[in-house]
């Protein structure tokens, strides 16, 4: 039987960025994923473009992550704007407010998988167990027990979960997780558009569906997220490129003039899970097996960055201090930060994706009113802004810098 110190279940971004973390701190650690690591190497396109943090893309930098991605993979979110029904006007997220020169980054999800996969590779530490699945955990205070589906057993001090938000291994630990359902499917589909899109994300809570818009690198291409009743979902889904395209310009009702189809079209199940606990004996989850945000907040692999890099510096530190890895007070301190860290935006998020796909007359009225005072309360998209161009390093924020040269915050 193999023995590691630490067994990662899930080279998913969450899992390699990780295995990335832990290089060079002595420790020893297995990756097990069902994928093969050729289609690790080369990841298939799942459509999704990821809205990065500046704090994210330093932490890729950190990782080495950063420098693998090709110029032509990252597009610059400059500005975001939120709409509210038919209206025009809506909450304007302005880079120029942040202090910074753009709000983000966005990077195709394949491109940060490959990335990582390189880095994982290059440092030439971690043990990939690839074409197997994990299918049965234990531990107890003597040690854990990964059973592969090969029939193959890996011993290790610790088990670390990133094998996604419906992680059968955190289930498998005996941990409940609270998860909602939206009952609803999210498509995801690069587009030419007629017009440009002067590198602004929207967010469009349209009535009967919620529209989002990314813009790529090509200032009249852009990755356009549709959230439908399942059904009608797949209906889009099934159309040919020429009737996706009238759809989508229907959709967005022309603000970016002619849409056409680029591909390809991905869909997703919408469900939040926040899970009760992080840890257990001798396991912790990371990534989305931690937090499965919605993506509509576009934070899910942001709080995986975060979540992973907390989870390996306490480890770093208990070596360092000779304390063993699943001691309780290593394990809690990442259950506590990471809570504290993303537990607020969680809850925030169900709130607003509840409030604004809930179309009834009430509703809508609390959902314009809402949209105005975020507009006009200045220190509201302030916290925001903060948020996203915050990017960890000790010292003010460059927005409070900024904002501490005109007036107190
Ligand atoms: C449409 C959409 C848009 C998004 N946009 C953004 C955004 O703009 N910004 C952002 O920050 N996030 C965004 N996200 C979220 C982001 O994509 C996820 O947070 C991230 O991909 C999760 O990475 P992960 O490694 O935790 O999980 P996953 O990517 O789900 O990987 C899990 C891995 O575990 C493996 N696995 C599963 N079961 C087992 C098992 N039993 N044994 C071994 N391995 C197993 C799988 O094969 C997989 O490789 C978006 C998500 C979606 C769906």
């Not at 500005?79 to 942040?98: I, K, M, Q, W, Y």
């Not at 074409?131 to 193959?152: F, M």
Request: proline residues 5%.
């Amino acid at each position: 039987m193999s023995r590691f110190d630490i067994v990662v279940v899930g080279a998913g971004p969450a899992g390699l960025s990780f295995a990335c973390s832990l290089a060079g701190s002595g420790l020893s650690v297995a990756l097990v994923e069902p994928q093969l690591r050729a289609a690790l190497a080369d990841p298939a396109d799942d459509g999704r473009e990821i809205a990065l943090t500046h704090r994210s893309r330093r932490l890729m930098q950190d990782l080495g992550l950063w420098h693998r991605l090709a110029d032509a993979e990252i597009a610059t979110l400059r500005d975001a704007l939120v709409l509210d029904g038919g209206d025009t006007d809506g909450l304007f997220f302005r880079h120029e407010d942040s202090g910074q020169s753009q709000l983000g980054w966005l990077v195709p999800n394949r491109a940060i998988r490959r990335a990582a996969f390189e880095a994982m590779t290059a440092a030439g530490e971690a043990t990939l167990i690839d074409g197997v699945r994990v299918v049965g955990v234990h531990a107890d205070a003597d040690g854990a027990e990964v059973r592969l589906d090969s029939g193959e057993r890996l011993r290790a001090d610790l088990i670390v979960a990133a094998d996604s938000r419906f992680s059968e291994t955190r289930r498998a630990m005996g941990i409940p997780a609270t998860m909602r359902d939206f009952g609803k499917t999210m498509l995801v589909c690069r587009v030419r558009h007629a017009l440009e899109h002067a590198q602004t994300a929207w967010e469009w809570f349209d009535y009967g569906q919620t529209l989002a818009l990314l813009p790529l690198r090509d200032t009249h291409a852009s990755s356009v997220v549709l959230t439908l009743r399942h059904q009608e979902a797949l209906r889009v889904q099934a159309m040919d490129a020429d009737a996706f395209g009238a759809d989508m310009t229907r959709r967005f009702r022309g603000r970016l003039g002619a849409m056409t189809f680029i591909g390809p079209c991905c869909a997703y199940p919408l469900v939040g899970v926040y899970p009760q606990r992080f840890v257990a004996e001798r396991f912790a989850t990371i990534g989305d097996a931690a937090v499965g945000m919605h993506p509509v907040t576009a934070h899910g692999f942001n709080f995986g960055l975060l979540g992973q890099d907390a989870l390996a510096r306490a480890l770093r530190e208990a070596r360092v201090a000779g304390r063993p890895l699943w001691a309780c007070s290593v394990l809690e301190r990442y259950e506590r930060d990471h809570r504290h860290a993303t537990r607020p935006l969680y809850l925030a998020t169900q709130l607003l994706a509840g409030l604004y796909t809930d179309d009834s007359a009430p509703a809508k009225r609390v959902r314009r009113a809402a949209l105005r005072i975020a507009q006009r309360i200045g220190p509201f998209r302030r916290m925001v802004m903060e948020a996203l161009t915050d990017d960890g390093r000790p010292g003010p924020p460059p927005l409070r810098k900024l904002v501490g040269r005109l007036r107190p915050l």
